[in-house]
């Protein structure tokens, strides 16, 4: 019991990996091969199938959202319903911080992602699950910020 | 809201990622071993960099890195930015070190030390980001370091999003060092969190995550929590959708919430104040009930958030195994089982099969038996198909088990390549439970072998002919059917096997016309030659058998062996036992022909190997516990008696014919078959005993390790997540190579071992031993060796600790199978030698020598040997006298001192 997500990786339909959040400790290697193992596996399923699958000791949960496919790892015990809801709350914390958010928000952006995923989930736990206060508190970071200006009279390159 | 530009406006980043994009894997290495060169200088150079270049560079190493190349130099300036009072700095310096994880002991200060006075600054944000990196990492070191601080500000009076982050920080370092994190004045405050009314729902979330996670290693000290949690519940179920604002998701009151509070709760048994067990009943009623409402909303999220809660109820209801609920639970699962959404489906189809395992919920569930093979049949999906598969077998009793396996059988014939093994293996299982009349479980399993020969393992094999060796009703008809197996054209080598096993133990109960000897050992050796080595070598026994069982066949099959393919073939194990079994049909009288081919005695009872295998293949948990009970009730009812145990383990070295034939085969050293290294053609037989060999080793080892006196190798221990085998050599020394392997797909962290010597064995031994890799991934296997030199005799056995964390902290200690005889040294000398130093002193295999032509007597063993340690030598010397008809035997052991005779003597009896 206690089930919580081991990782989430974010990877387009041409398989290419856009963000990889690891909840546990594993070896690089180990992370490649998860990687390979999922893409393999959930970019094959044909379309209109059910969204959990069985790997190893694990229950994989993903969800395609138009060119991205959001998947995930979970113990034994977790609620996979649940987790679909996880991924989809993610969707929409990412929709309201970029605005109709596409993959190519999240290639240029992608310490954003990261930072988003962070206010929401820790340790594979969900975090907050007021989609406000997540909102609240990344407009927040993003007060602290300096200005544009201050950034483009440095160097860029 | 914002637009992409948004950014902090880090230009050059975004102008090094288009740069990358679109580009040939050959031109992206080349662009960016470019930048990394660029960078490197940047860093290196003599100008010192302000904070925002340095955020773009280490920006853009992390992107780097996230392509999948390997980065080894920015961690100092990241560890720079932590210290910054920029926010964006601070935050890409932690986004930098969270990602990559350095292990350098000078960078982990100064981590550690930028993250304390963020914890320290009261400015929240940094607080948050200084949590948010502990839990990332969430190193041993990370948990020394923090394990105290956090729990302060987790009760203190700070921001509820400090508190959220403080509650699952800390459980992420309990679930990496459990033993650091130490609640004991806290627990009161931290079940309280519960409590209060005011509490903003976000807080509340993340404390249950903790709480659950810490209750179920201390339920006592948390006890306190249920009823708190069944009030927090039951104000959530009754509340309207949208009187909890923001914390409603898609129109359910906190979804998420409830789901931990149920999971909560399935951490304690059902709550013993009436009044609080008679709220939480009506909880799950209305929720029940709920789930009969029409949708508030047509969306997906909805009806997700809304089931999720219904799923983790029923999780909750199958928990406490209260009937009512129960069939409350069975009906509304049904109704899943037959929804358009194929989501739900597969999770109807999951829970039914732990529902199935309840006495009160099983017939309710075998009601839905025929839409669950319409699924199994129908679902588009294999994964639905696999669920379907599982509850059936999960819903198969005595009533229904026919209708099952005959469904499961006829699916298996189209079923996915991905699953056929699994099925194979429940089939075989089911039909061995469940079988009334064993002519119908025979049919069954080659019916199985027919449909999906390369699926069917060893252990399902060899289970057939187990259960066919104790059942002398069935034995007739097997042999009868595997004949007419036989008969097709093209039949899977596996039937071959059964097929000639099964001729070979019980081919006369047939033997009449049109099933002459001669025909069927024509049968089966018109199948030898498409045969692996394996199954020729098991023919070879067969043959040898037939001999025995019809002499006249005796001629023929001499021939067979004595042909060049069979005496002189490339193979060692081929040619062996084709030379043996030759020489033994010629010299041996029909008398000891028919003693050393006696017909197979009963196998001792076990647990079937094919759940073992199906267990190990589902993962614990998979198997439901009065199954094993099941399973284990029945396998006695057919296996019969276990007496003849060790007899039926030295037939079985026999017919996998050891290289010493004569001394295996009248069974005088019994122990063999569990030392047989289980190689390829040799073990078909010895390895039916697989589930007997490394289980009983193990639970005796731990006690006195007398097992390992006479062997070298083998398992010392092994449990669900580690094996250790061990193999040791004596040269001078005597050097043990441990083999740690990790049987979980998880990493084992922290993985240390230490050898002791306690007590008087200090001055007796000398232990030198490497330190292991602190990491074993999952599936790995690591090795040790340890140098141990004998200083002085000795009785007690080393000690060998190993700590590491898997899942949770591990700490075992097993004794070292280290005997005084491991450090014999053989030696050689003649019978007039042997006696005079017989009777100058006061007692084989164990290292020493044994002696042919010594002892006048022949059926007597003698044996000498000098037992090497740094301060003298021991000279040894050992007879055994065995009387064979008195089932007794006579050990005497002399040695130039006594404690050591006294010891060797402990050792030895412990033998026979």
């Known amino acids: ?157 | 809201m914002p637009a992409v530009s948004k950014g902090d406006g880090m230009r050059g980043l975004a102008v090094f990622i288009s740069d990358i994009r679109n580009k040939s894997k050959e031109a992206e290495i080349k662009r960016i071993n470019k930048e990394l060169a660029n960078i490197r200088s940047k860093f290196k150079g003599d100008k010192a960099l302000d904070g925002y270049s340095k955020k773009k560079y280490v920006c853009k190493l992390l992107f780097i890195f996230l392509l999948g190349h390997d980065i080894d130099f920015g961690h100092m300036e990241a560890v720079n930015l932590l210290s910054s009072n920029k926010y964006t700095e601070k935050q890409i310096g932690y986004l930098f070190i969270s990602v990559l994880v350095n292990s350098n002991s000078e960078l982990i200060r100064l981590i550690n030390n930028a993250i304390k006075n963020d914890l320290s600054s009261r400015n929240p944000t940094f607080m948050c980001l200084a949590l948010h990196c502990i839990a990332n990492v969430g190193s041993r070191e990370m948990a020394e370091a923090f394990a105290s601080e956090i729990p302060r500000i987790l009760v203190a009076d700070t921001m509820d999003s400090v508190k959220q982050s403080a509650a699952l920080c800390l459980l992420r370092l309990y679930k990496t060092s459990p033993d650091l994190v130490l609640m004991g004045e806290w627990t009161s405050r931290v079940v309280h969190l519960l409590n209060d009314q005011h509490m903003f729902q976000g807080v509340v979330t993340a404390a249950i995550s903790l709480i659950t996670c810490l209750s179920q290693k201390n339920p006592d000290e948390f006890k306190t929590c249920v009823s708190l949690a069944v009030s927090r519940l039951s104000r959530i179920v009754s509340s309207a959708s949208t009187d909890l604002q923001d914390y409603t998701y898609y129109f359910v009151p906190a979804p998420w919430l409830s789901c931990k509070l149920l999971r909560l709760l399935q951490c304690y048994p059902p709550p013993e104040d009436g009044a609080v067990k008679g709220r939480l009943v009506e909880c799950l009623e209305t929720i029940l009930n709920k789930a009969q409402e029409p949708p508030k909303s047509k969306k997906v999220q909805h009806s997700n958030a809304k089931n999720a809660i219904l799923f983790e109820a029923i999780s909750l209801i199958i928990h406490y195994d209260e009937p009512n609920l129960l069939v409350r639970a069975c009906n509304q699962l049904g109704q899943f089982l037959q929804h358009r959404e194929t989501n739900l489906r597969y999770l109807a189809l999951e829970s039914m099969c732990t529902l199935a395992s309840s006495e009160f919920s099983h017939e309710a569930v075998k009601t839905h038996i025929e839409t669950v093979i319409n699924a199994l049949k129908t679902e588009r999906d294999v994964s639905v198909r696999q669920r379907a598969a599982d509850l059936l077998y999960a819903m198969c009793d005595r009533s229904n088990a026919k209708q099952i396996v005959a469904e499961m059988l006829s699916y298996l014939e189209t079923a996915d390549y991905s699953i056929r093994e699994e099925m194979v293996l429940k089939v075989a299982i089911l039909a061995e439970k469940y079988a009334v009349d064993y002519s119908w479980y025979v049919d069954t399993i080659l019916n199985l072998i027919r449909i999906a020969g390369d699926y069917v393992s060893e252990e399902v094999w060899y289970r057939v002919i187990q259960i066919v060796i104790n059942r002398d009703d069935v034995q007739g008809y097997a042999a009868k059917t595997v004949f007419e197996a036989l008969q097709a054209p093209a039949c899977h080598e596996n039937m071959v096997k059964v097929g000639g096993y099964i001729l070979g133990e019980f081919g006369n109960l047939i033997a009449g016309d049109p099933r002459s000897p001669l025909v069927q050992f024509n049968l089966l050796h018109s199948k030898f030659h498409l045969c692996s080595v394996p199954t020729r070598a098991l023919l070879l026994s067969a043959y040898i058998k037939f001999i025995n069982l019809f002499p006249e066949t005796k001629v023929t099959i001499q021939e067979v062996l004595r042909c060049d393919s069979q005496i002189r073939n490339s193979d060692v194990e081929l040619q062996q036992r084709a030379v043996e079994y030759l020489k033994l049909s010629s010299i041996a009288s029909t008398d000891v022909l028919a003693t050393v081919l006696e017909e197979m005695p009963p196998f001792p009872e076990r647990e079937s190997s094919i759940l073992a295998k199906l267990k190990k293949k589902k993962g614990p948990g998979a198997v439901s516990v009065t199954e094993l009970d099941d399973s284990k009730r029945e396998g006695g009812e057919l296996n019969g008696g276990g007496e003849r145990a060790a007899d039926t383990a030295a037939m079985a070295a026999s017919n996998a014919s050891t290289p010493s034939p004569s001394a295996d085969l009248l069974g005088i050293r019994s122990s063999a078959p569990m030392g047989a290294a289980p190689a390829a053609a040799g073990s078909l037989l010895v390895d039916v005993f697989s589930e007997a060999g490394p289980a009983a080793p193990a639970a005796a080892v731990n006690n006195d390790g007398f097992l390992f006196v006479c062997k070298n190798n083998g398992v010392l221990f092994e449990n669900q997540l580690l094996q250790i085998g061990i193999k040791s050599e004596y040269r001078q020394n005597l050097r043990m190579y441990l083999f740690y392997g990790n049987k979980t797909s998880v990493q084992f962290a922290s993985f240390s071992t230490t050898v002791s010597c306690p007590g008087e064995l200090t001055p007796q031994l000398n232990v030198q031993s490497k330190p292991v890799e602190p990491l074993v991934e999952g599936g790995a296997q690591i090795q040790q060796v340890l140098n141990i030199e004998c200083l002085s005799d000795f009785s007690d056995a080393p000690l060998l600790n190993i700590k590491f964390y898997g899942g949770a902290l591990q700490n075992l200690t097993l004794k070292l199978p280290v005997t005084i005889n491991k450090f014999f040294q053989p030696t050689e000398m003649t019978s007039q030698d042997f006696f005079q130093r017989w009777k100058q002193l006061s007692l084989l295999g164990l290292g020493s020598a044994l002696l042919d032509n010594v002892d006048p007597n022949p059926e007597n063993y003698v044996c000498a040997g000098v037992i090497q340690t740094k301060g003298q030598q021991v000279g040894c010397l050992l007879r055994l006298e065995p009387n064979a008809q008195a089932q007794m035997y006579r050990l005497t052991l002399r040695c130039s001192k006594e404690s050591v005779s006294k010891r060797l003597c402990e050792l030895l009896s412990q033998q026979f």
């Not at chain 1, 290419?16 to 070896?27: D, E, I």
């Not at chain 1, 992370?31 to 379309?47: T, Y």
């Not at chain 1, 991205?68 to 609620?79: I, P, R, V």
């Not at chain 1, 992608?110 to 962070?118: G, H, M, W």
Request: one cysteine or more; aromatic letters at 12%; a negative charge.
């Open chain 1, 1 to 157: 019991m206690g089930g919580k997500m081991r990782f989430l990786l974010l990877f387009s339909r041409q398989g290419k990996l856009r963000l990889q959040k690891w909840f546990t400790p594993l070896t690089d290697r180990e992370k490649k091969k998860v990687i390979r193992d999922m893409m393999m596996m959930v970019l094959a399923r044909p379309p209109r199938t059910c969204n959990f699958l069985q790997w190893r000791d694990l229950k994989i949960v993903y969800k395609r959202y138009a060119s991205l496919y959001f998947c995930t790892g979970l113990e034994d015990q977790d609620n996979e319903l649940l987790t679909l809801e996880v991924l989809h709350r993610y969707v929409e914390l990412l929709d309201k911080y970029f605005g109709n958010v596409c993959e190519l928000d999240i290639i240029f952006n992608f310490e954003k992602a990261y930072f988003i995923l962070d206010e929401f989930l820790m340790g594979g736990e969900i975090l907050e699950t007021s989609r406000m206060a997540v909102a609240g508190s990344l407009e927040e970071a993003d007060t602290l910020q300096e200005t544009m200006e201050e950034y483009m009279s440095r160097p860029a390159y």
